[in-house]
């Protein structure tokens, strides 16, 4: 039997496995709620922006969803969460908390899926030019109760537009403020760079401080790992976000499709998975990006065939930036009781393991626990039984003799209820 059949059996045999996948969708909305000498009532009507916006949400379903150039009326994030989100039959979406300080009529916002996440809190990294919003989200896991879960620290910035080496300077001045909050903020933790940035090439200096921070536990990944000279680039067609347009319409601004401006970029953490929350690899891209429209209208010859017909239509007259996308899986178990007709109540580890993989067990009677650790093949490498009293008890399993990497672990009460769980040992 295959690796991949063998494992794919073990989640089955063990019970559930504690999972979830998270769809994070970034997206500029071209002046949402504003109205300006050249962004009108005709051609950037909020009423129709809502029907393309709608239909974008529903072929994406987002389950966290930030987005840049919105209206700063807090009227206005309300509207798109009424009349957009909680829209035909759904209910479940909600914003973040309004802050602003940088002298801007272009905010950022955040909206997550609250039968998933939870709002913890609301920053501001920097006003210059523009706030930098860092929003901070936790997963509503069945272990909340005891103060542990999966947290996901959102990073929306709209950098400085246009080229040159004074715009380039002042991308680079935002960008150093946002990773020296950061610095003093929670650095060991799981973090989205995401947003408008605005920039034309990898040797842009506020790229730069993204990736190469001088505090390595804070630097940010490309998913895709796509650096270059992305500008009028024919190499990443297939990248590119902006512009959906050739022709004007007299808000949005043309050229076609030649520009990689808009990014979700990921700490190691999410690279990694070291912290409950994972890349789905493969999941990030631009939606509506076939690849074959460089240098032309979104709607252009060839036929996009990417997404369907009418979310294409509404990527092009909604925004001249396409969303990108892309999935988290979560560690976490979404408001399943693991241990019902247990004697159980919880099982805590502490992941990643060292020298020891340490356990906190919660009863609700005196117990028996067995913990097995196996290999992704299958093996039982290490088997131990425990006695567990009623209330809570802290245990510690030696795992030295095992390399560094992903095991499965495999908690078996004295009523056989099973629950297995991922360690990472380094």
């Known amino acids: 039997m295959r690796k991949s059949g063998l494992l794919f059996f073990l989640f089955l045999s063990f019970g559930l496995f504690a999972q979830d996948t998270l769809t994070v969708l970034q997206y500029n909305l071209l002046n949402y709620g504003n109205i300006t000498s050249y962004c009108t009532n005709t ?25 840049d150039e919105m209206s700063k ?48 809190s609301h920053t501001i990294a920097q006003s210059y030019i523009r706030d930098v ?5 936790y997963y509503y896991s069945n272990d909340l109760k005891q103060g542990d879960t999966a947290f996901v620290i959102c990073v929306v910035a709209h950098l400085k537009a246009s080229s040159g080496t004074t715009n380039s300077n002042k991308r680079k001045v935002m960008a150093q403020n946002t990773m020296n909050y950061l610095n003093n903020y929670d650095d060991d933790n799981n973090y989205m760079m995401m947003g408008d ?103 252009d010859p060839p036929t996009n065939t990417s997404v369907p017909s009418d979310v294409l239509s509404a990527l092009y007259d909604n925004s001249d930036h396409l969303p990108v996308t892309l999935k988290l899986e979560v560690d976490k178990t979404l408001g399943i009781n693991e241990w019902k007709n247990s004697d159980l109540e919880e099982v805590r580890m502490v992941n990643p393991a060292t020298n020891e993989l340490k356990l906190t067990i919660t009863a609700k009677n005196h117990s028996a626990l067995k913990v097995d650790i196996i290999s992704l093949t299958g093996q039982i490498l290490i088997s131990k039984q425990y006695d567990v009293n009623k209330g809570q008890t802290t245990l510690s399993m030696p795992v030295t003799r095992l390399t560094s990497g992903l095991y499965l672990v495999r908690l078996t009460d004295g009523k056989s209820v099973s629950v297995v769980r991922k360690m990472v040992k380094r």
């Open 43 to 67: 051609n950037n009507n909020i009423n129709n922006k809502d029907e393309y916006l709608k239909k974008i949400i529903r072929y994406i379903k987002p389950d966290i969803f930030t987005v």
């Open 73 to 120: 009326s807090p009227a206005i994030h309300q509207h798109l969460l009424d009349k957009v989100l909680n829209t035909d039959g759904v209910g479940y979406y909600r914003k973040a908390d309004f802050l602003s300080e940088a002298d801007s009529y272009l905010v950022n916002m955040l909206y997550y899926n609250s039968e998933k996440l939870r709002f913890h």
């Open 133 to 137: 919003d860092v929003y901070k989200l």
């Open 197 to 299: 940035f605005n920039l034309y090439s990898d040797e842009e200096p506020a790229y730069l401080q993204f990736l190469y921070y001088s505090n390595p536990t804070l630097r940010f990944n490309d998913p895709i790992e796509q650096s270059g000279a992305w500008h009028n680039n024919y190499t990443y067609r297939n990248i590119h976000t902006q512009s959906t347009h050739t022709e004007s319409n007299g808000c949005a601004v043309t050229g076609g499709m030649d520009d990689r401006f808009d990014f979700i970029l990921i700490s190691d953490h999410i690279k990694n998975g070291t912290k409950n929350v994972k890349y789905v690899p493969g999941t990030y891209h631009a939606v509506g990006q076939d690849g074959k429209h460089f240098n032309k209208s979104l709607i």
